[in-house]
């Protein structure tokens, strides 16, 4: 439940994230929302509250977590999302931030989620008047020669002043004096220029030195000032001032060029002699920052990097050189040195909504939102972003360089669980730079994949009278989830045929699919069922899969052959009567049994295991036939007792044994009842009224027979006329089957049928050939053929 929820959850959160992020490129051409605060505020410092500029409510700033989004990593701003205020993380130093640009300006973004919006703002940090004035060197010398002519002037160094605008420099003043006056001049970049101007000659018998005090006011209330010593060194005549060979030189300089490196040489020329005519080079006018960056021989004129240049820091440097002569006459030049970008600058990106885990089987699922930059110029600080070719993500570019990470197509978690996305931002200078950001991303599961059975169907096999509850067999399925939807609980279905109690017959380990018979198996009741067994995983809604298990049962050797005939149970012992004129192979009985086994278990053969006159007769071993094994003799017993073993092939084989009783008759019109001698030599006497119950129905049956027998040769007389006078013809078809046919549980098999004949004069039963021959087997063919006296001439009086 507790996934679904997260599932939902995250569908909303992605839908959001689409829309909005094309809704902010929407508004992103909007003008920004400009805001102010003065620079030195505390941290903390409320700056404005936002809640109107973003449209939102109190109740609001929860859902939507609004958040300040600025370049670079450092984050001066910080938005309370209680009261929806724009506070300072710290304090803000105008001058450490933009330098001598006015306005300074911080420009942030807004960002908004659920949906995902972009506002434009800028924030301007107003100037106070926090420094004074400052000279850089507090004892400015000047040397002037002492005939030099009134309202001369002479440039002194300016003093600097970090503020802006009102609170920067604004006026000078010097000490009440009666040689000088200060002149303001106003120079080309808006600077105040101060010049000492010349009132009153010098003489230098009179005051070889004059000190003067200047002080820099700027414009703050209460004004601050800074003061320099100016001290004046009279000198003697010097009527040639130098010169510089160009007035404006131009230098181009790559950044993070060595330190000591060359800038340009400066030339001038001065017409005196002498120590008049020996120059010397110093910076004019030169800030803080050039004093630091920049050096020049004063003897050759050479400039000098003394620190490395950075060009995203500053791009063109502006010096005034200054050539002094030994008279203390001098000229200026000014050196435009030109910054040159190198690609120093790896690109840099910041991430601002990273979702590190997403459900499988969606799309279009906004993973990440970052913004980049690269503070190079030109080429170099051109960027191109991109992730792995065979990863199913993409870019997509948003507002002021932020982009979107987002799937490309449906995740499938079983085919991959974890992405190990690298960002690579790029910027197109030589040589290329670039910044890596790496990001892992795991697919949740869904359940997605029903279990799979190893295979569609399985053919088990147990043998029979087996244990209860012995394991047969096992099934197996898989399931490609993870966790509870992966986990697979096993269960019997409904079986296909109804009349198979397949709960009575078989269990399943529902978390192992072992399969158990619950019961003792017998083969000869049940050879083979089948089932159909269900995998379901454990997750809601559940998936399920069936395979079909098909069930042999493997016969065991549990069952003796059993006698079907001569039946064993009857009340009185079956007897068969052999005519002594039978030739040796006649046909006695057969002996008729099966097996409940099958294959080489149920394979029956049979033998003679006793016999009251031994050699006298045989049993065929595979289809158990009594036959004569020779010509019968006046000598042989009348009543014989013979025991059949009929024995399967099992291992160890099963066997059972019948008693057969035979009695050698002359003819088989003499009746027969078996004497009370006979009986007293069986091995049990007859009941007497079983005994009875014998003789009359062997009385029923033998006059029943008598009469339908001569009912027919009656009719077959009449119909042969005259031509059969003192023998009886043989008729041209079988008799009918219910009259001479024997079924194959009696003494003849069911092919043997019979032609017999009558003659009216002699009173001869006479034995003719079959009337089938063609269901003879061979072995009998060959006795028949062997013996035709035992077809034709066996008879009795």
Aim: glycine letters at 6%.
């Amino acid at each position: 439940m507790e996934a679904g929820e997260r599932k939902k959850c995250f569908l909303k959160q992605r839908q959001v994230l689409i829309f909005f992020v094309w809704l902010g490129i929407a508004q992103a051409g909007s003008e920004p929302r400009r805001y102010s605060v003065a620079e030195e505020m505390d941290s903390g410092s409320f700056v404005a509250n936002l809640l109107k500029d973003l449209g939102l409510e109190v109740d609001d700033l929860a859902a939507r977590a609004p958040r300040v989004v600025s370049k670079g990593k450092k984050m001066r701003l910080h938005f309370d999302r209680q009261t929806g205020d724009l506070l300072l993380n710290e304090k803000l130093d105008r001058e450490e931030l933009c330098g001598p640009t006015e306005p300074c300006v911080l420009p942030f973004q807004m960002l908004l989620e659920n949906p995902l919006k972009f506002f434009q703002a800028e924030l301007r940090i107003r100037d106070i008047n926090d420094h004074s004035p400052v000279f850089l060197d507090k004892e400015i010398i000047l040397k002037i020669s002492e005939s030099i002519t009134l309202g001369t002037t002479f440039l002194i160094e300016r003093a600097q002043d970090l503020d802006v605008g009102s609170n920067s420099l604004q006026s000078y003043t010097v000490s009440p004096n009666s040689h000088f006056h200060l002149k303001l001049q106003d120079s080309a970049d808006g600077t105040i220029l101060p010049q000492l101007v010349l009132d009153k000659a010098l003489d230098r018998e009179e005051q070889p030195e004059i000190r003067l005090t200047v002080t820099a006011l700027d414009g703050g209330i209460p004004p601050r000032s800074g003061t320099a010593l100016i001290r004046i060194e009279v000198l003697d005549i010097n009527d040639n001032a130098p010169e510089f060979v160009k007035l404006h030189y131009e230098a181009h300089v790559l950044e993070n060029s060595p330190i000591g490196s060359q800038v340009a040489i400066v030339s001038a020329r001065d017409l005196d002699i002498g120590t008049y005519g020996e120059i010397s080079y110093v910076l004019s006018q030169a800030s803080e920052d050039i004093r630091k960056t920049f050096g020049i021989n004063a003897k050759s004129g050479e400039l000098l990097l003394t620190q490395e240049l950075d060009f995203e820091s500053i791009q063109t440097y502006t010096l005034n050189i200054q050539a002094t002569d030994g008279g203390g006459i001098s000229g200026s030049c000014v050196v435009f040195v030109q910054v040159m970008d190198l690609n120093d600058n790896p690109p840099e990106l910041t991430m601002s909504t990273l979702i590190t885990e997403i459900p499988e089987s969606l799309q279009e699922t906004v993973i990440a939102v970052f913004s980049v930059s690269d503070p190079d110029s030109g080429d170099n600080g051109r960027m191109v972003c991109s992730v792995q070719d065979d990863l199913p993500f993409i870019l997509k570019p948003s507002v002021e360089n932020f982009y979107s990470l987002v799937t490309n197509t449906a995740l499938d978690r079983e085919t991959r669980s974890e992405y190990n996305i690298t960002i690579t931002v790029t910027d197109m200078g030589t040589p290329r730079l670039k910044t890596e950001h790496n990001i892992t991303v795991l697919v949740s599961d869904v359940n997605d994949n029903a279990p799979a059975f190893t295979q569609t169907s399985y053919t088990l096999s147990v043998l029979e009278n087996n244990s209860p509850a012995l394991h047969f067999g096992s099934v197996r399925a898989t399931d490609r989830d993870a966790g509870a939807n992966a986990q697979v609980t096993y269960s019997l279905l409904p079986p296909l045929d109804a009349h198979v109690p397949l709960a009575s017959l078989v269990s399943i380990n529902p978390d192992n699919g072992h399969l158990f018979a619950l019961r003792s198996l017998d083969y000869e009741a049940l050879r083979a069922f089948q089932f159909r067994v269900g995998a379901a995983d454990r997750s809601s809604p559940a998936l399920s899969s069936q395979a079909l298990v098909r069930v042999l049962v493997a016969d065991d050797k549990d069952n003796a052959p059993f006698v079907l005939y001569p039946l064993q149970n009857a009340s009185a012992p079956c007897t068969e009567l052999v005519p002594r004129a039978a030739e040796a192979g006649y046909l006695v009985t057969k002996v008729v049994a099966v097996d409940g086994d099958s294959g080489q278990n149920a394979w029956l053969s049979y033998q003679l295991l006793k016999a009251t006159e031994p050699g006298l007769f045989g049993v065929w071993a595979h289809n158990g036939e009594v036959r004569t094994a020779r010509l019968l003799s006046e000598r042989d017993a009348a009543k014989h007792r013979l025991v059949v073993l009929v024995k399967d092939n099992g291992e160890p084989p099963l066997s059972a044994s019948v008693t057969l009783h035979v009695l050698l008759v002359d003819g088989f019109s003499q009746p027969y009842l078996p004497a009370r001698e006979a009986e007293a030599a069986d091995a049990a006497p007859i009941a007497p009224l079983t005994v009875y119950l014998v003789v009359a129905l062997a009385s029923v049956s033998s006059l029943f027979v008598f009469s339908v027998l001569v009912f027919v040769v009656v009719r077959l007389c009449r119909r042969g006329g005259a031509t059969s006078v003192g023998r009886c013809s043989v008729p041209e078809g079988p008799f009918p089957g219910h009259l001479v046919d024997v079924s194959g549980t009696g003494t003849l098999s069911q092919s043997y049928q019979y032609e017999v004949c009558l003659t009216g004069g002699s009173g001869t039963f006479k034995f003719l050939k079959p009337v089938i021959p063609n269901f003879l087997t061979q072995d009998e063919e060959r006795v028949s053929e062997a013996n035709p006296s035992f077809r034709n001439s066996f008879e009795f009086s």
